[in-house]
């Protein structure tokens, strides 16, 4: 699968859009597919643990179910579109239609890192890190992640910082 499927690129004269969480989406139906499996363990070895520690287990899984559901339904839907036009980064989703969220000529882009992964997120200069937005999927070491990386470098954020710099530049 090519990268403008993988992020279902949109792009025009003046605006670029993409769902950074798209990748993800494999990766969450394995997670959701085993956490089935593991809630089928629990009611088969149901007698082997005692009530407490059986709803302890139970609430833990509902709560993954109900995160890779969010992941799957909803997390995989949101697209950030860069507007050259209206000097504006929008956000939209399932329930939320496009909402601005910054001004293009204030974005700055920057690597985040947590737990041996990093990724590429979006924030406003001068409180990035207060309030930013994850646009891409986890990288790490290795040659399928920088092949990745690699992609993601060219065919997204060369084009966003390039909408970034002419906005700029005005």
């Not at 605006?15 to 089935?36: D, V």
Request: proline share 1%.
């Amino acid at each position: 699968m090519n990268i403008q499927e993988r992020y279902s690129i949109e792009e025009t004269l003046n605006a670029f859009s993409f769902c950074p969480k798209k990748p993800s989406l494999q990766l969450s139906r394995w997670f959701l597919a085993g956490i089935m499996v593991c809630g089928a363990g629990l009611f088969l070895f149901e007698k082997y643990i005692d009530r407490t520690g059986f709803w302890v287990i139970f609430i833990v899984l509902v709560y993954f179910v109900l995160h890779s559901l969010y992941d799957l339904k909803i997390g995989s839907k949101i697209r950030y579109t860069f507007d050259k036009k209206e000097n504006a980064v929008y956000k939209s989703s399932l329930f939320f239609s496009k909402r601005k969220i910054l001004k293009l000529s204030e974005a700055v882009i920057f690597v985040s890192s947590e737990m041996g992964s990093w990724y590429y997120a979006l924030g406003a200069d001068k409180s990035q890190f207060v309030k930013n937005y994850r646009i891409s999927e986890n990288f790490t070491s290795g040659r399928k992640s920088d092949v990745k990386k690699e992609a993601y470098e060219q065919f997204i954020l060369m084009k966003i910082d390039k909408l970034i710099e002419s906005i700029q530049t005005k």
